[in-house]
């Protein structure tokens, strides 16, 4: 069965400080990744995603994360945490054939 | 940015009624439509995929018949649930792209509770 762990319910990170929310996924053949985040008192907003080609894909926010395919991750970075990157964020995977599945979320907070 | 709406945005009703949840992306045509569920450890479930025109294609575990889902045309999709129960209640969030694993634009969220 396809699945999508987000093993830290909540991060805490100081500003100005490098974050990392961690992702791995169970799904077969070649995923296609995503990671969405959830502001407080807000709707879901997409980040970025994984197709196919470079390993480290840019999005919104200045959020990247990274494709480790023998890892089966696919981490959510950001060098410099600003106090309001604060929120719940969710990674996905879809696998044709298969339901979209999503983490269980993690709740980054940074601290000033 | 593109923008999807929901309607209503809270919801309190009896067992036994039906409540309908509008999705409607506002400032585009959405080829497709998703909803979800998000529970209370706040984890999310695709619930349905719409297509315009065409019946929903539901996950594996979802009531059809309970969760029905219209997508009338390009910009308007409905949720709903029929002979609601207590265990229905929930986040139910939309969303809607435009075309295959484009970005996903979502709705702010409709919270149901049944009493």
């Known amino acids: 069965a396809q699945s999508v762990a987000q093993p830290e319910d909540q991060v805490n990170v100081a500003e100005g400080n490098p974050l990392t929310v961690k992702c791995t996924y169970s799904?077969?053949?070649?995923?296609?990744l995503f990671w969405y985040v959830q502001y407080p008192n807000r709707g879901l907003q997409f980040l970025l995603k994984?197709?196919?080609?470079?390993?480290l894909v840019k999005g919104s926010y200045g959020f990247e994360a990274e494709f480790n395919k023998s890892q089966t991750s696919f981490h959510l970075k950001k060098p410099s945490a600003l106090v309001s990157d604060s929120a719940l964020y969710f990674c996905?995977?879809?696998?044709?054939?298969?339901?979209?599945?999503f983490g269980g979320g993690t709740r980054l907070m940074v601290k000033p | 940015g593109a923008v999807v709406s929901q309607h209503p945005s809270w919801v309190i009703c009896k067992s036994g009624t039906s409540v309908k949840i509008e999705c409607r992306s506002l400032?585009?045509?959405?080829?497709?439509m998703f909803w979800y569920r998000q529970f209370p450890k706040q984890s999310l479930m695709l619930m349905a995929t719409?297509?315009?025109?065409?019946?929903?294609?539901?996950e594996q575990g979802v009531e059809k018949d309970k969760f029905l889902i219209n997508h009338a045309s390009l910009t308007l999709s409905t949720l709903t649930v029929t002979s609601a129960h207590p265990e229905d209640s929930s986040f139910y969030i939309c969303?809607?792209?435009?075309?295959?694993?484009?970005?996903?634009?979502f709705g702010p969220g409709t919270r149901l509770l049944v009493l």
């Open positions: 719409s297509n315009e025109g065409s019946k929903a294609t539901y």
């Open positions: 799904v077969s053949g070649n995923p296609y």
């Open positions: 969303s809607a792209e435009t075309g295959l694993w484009e970005t996903q634009y």
């Open positions: 996905a995977a879809y696998n044709a054939g298969n339901m979209l599945t």
């Open positions: 400032d585009f045509q959405a080829t497709t």
């Open positions: 994984y197709i196919t080609g470079d390993n």
